[in-house]
């Protein structure tokens, strides 16, 4: 029996990501706090499927102004929490002052919803204009920790390798990386290295697939890839290449998992040696952990679907598919999106880009200006456009 990919299985998938832009079924209900990632998943899986078209204009807008309905700002002289939630459930409206005083205590910005969030309105074609790129990085430098790693959130939580990767995303994804401090960063990946060349989630940990994707990638966002010897990247790729069976699995002696077809994939693509694996049993595994009657990937063959699996399955795919035979759209591996939004994003960098040196000239416009003024030679302040615009580095 052929499993392989053709234009009816693109459309089952394609219908089964649109499912979840209208609805959660059951069996994901505790996923609900952390809806954008589900909707990252069906908006970049449509992408990648080259079926972005299946979403309508209104529709589009819709989920555009219902992600940024998930920004938290903090208010002056408040904690740094900025950044997106996954969904609405502590923005209440009401009247009650004190009501939404108390819940405003709940409400701060999640560096993997944040990084999401983003991914999903660049995937969108959004400018991301509604963003104030100095806040939302405030918000990911005021999470890291004294040994370099990140916390999810500012409340305190599980701080590792996960959260790194999304804070590198964020910084990369904005062009901006304020006062996250890099090189501390650089410090905890290189720490969680372990004896058998695999990165974990923190020092001490076990060396794994998910973690060796977040730190790789993490090094290449952030430009800090080319600091690791020639030697320890072999060492590297050798782990990564040993991980795979059929599929990839996520560590030793555990068995091959669809989503590690991407987290693996992913991180020989970045160390340019994805090359050096088996393409077709590759292909064939993640092929028969697919639904053919109403789409999805699951796991492992035979199990239940869900989007986290179908997403990085499909993704997965891409690095095995046949240049122009493809079916599938290119994705740019450590960012997790495709190349198409990628490029989008990198039109966007050189615009902030040239707004930055605009607001330059406008500096020196208005030295200038007060110069004059301090030589009693009247200048309007007024016809001195002004910007709000942040320094990128
Ligand atoms: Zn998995």
């Not at 990839?248 to 068995?255: A, E, H």
């Amino acid at each position: 029996m052929s499993y392989g990919l053709n234009i009816d299985r693109i459309k089952k998938h394609a219908k089964y990501f649109m499912r979840f832009l209208d609805v959660l079924p059951a069996n994901l209900a505790s996923h609900d706090c952390t809806r954008g990632t589900i909707v990252f998943f069906a908006v970049c899986g449509l992408d990648v499927l080259n079926s972005l078209d299946l979403i309508t204009e209104a529709r589009r807008k819709h989920i555009i102004d219902w992600i940024y309905g998930n920004l938290v700002t903090p208010r002056p002289e408040h904690r740094c929490c900025s950044g997106f939630q996954g969904g609405r459930f502590v923005m209440i409206k009401n009247d009650n002052e004190e009501l939404l005083e108390n819940v405003r205590c709940f409400q701060w910005g999640h560096l993997a919803m944040t990084y999401t969030s983003i991914g999903v309105l660049i995937t969108l074609g959004d400018d991301l204009s509604r963003l104030d790129r100095k806040i939302i990085v405030d918000g990911v430098a005021a999470v890291q920790r004294s040994d370099g790693s990140f916390s999810a959130c500012i409340d305190g939580s599980e701080h590792d390798m996960r959260f790194v990767f999304c804070a590198a995303a964020i910084c990369h994804m904005l062009d901006y990386w304020g006062d996250v401090n890099k090189e501390k960063m650089y410090q905890f990946i290189m720490n969680s290295i372990r004896y058998d060349n695999g990165f974990s989630q923190h020092t001490y940990g076990e060396g794994h697939g998910g973690t060796t994707y977040c730190a790789l990638a993490a090094l290449e966002l952030s430009g800090q890839l080319n600091r690791i010897s020639a030697a320890a990247l072999e060492d590297i790729k050798r782990w990564c290449i040993f991980r795979q069976v059929n599929g990839f699995q996520g560590r030793p002696n555990k068995p091959a998992d669809t989503c590690y077809s991407f987290w693996i994939g992913a991180a020989l693509q970045i160390l340019n040696a994805f090359h050096l694996t088996d393409f077709d049993s590759n292909r064939s595994y993640v092929l028969e952990t697919q639904d053919n009657v109403v789409g999805g990937f699951a796991k492992w063959p035979q199990s239940t679907t869900d989007p986290f699996h179908t997403y990085l399955g499909i993704c997965g795919l891409t690095f095995t598919e046949k240049g122009g035979e493809s079916l599938l759209a290119e994705i740019m591996p450590s960012l997790n999106i495709s190349k198409r939004a990628y490029e989008n994003l990198k039109i966007l960098h050189s615009k902030w880009s040239f707004q930055n040196v605009e607001d330059g000239y406008q500096g020196t416009f208005r030295n200038l200006a007060k110069e004059l003024t301090e030589t009693k030679i009247s200048v309007e302040e007024d016809e001195l456009v002004t910007s709000p615009l942040i320094r990128a580095q």
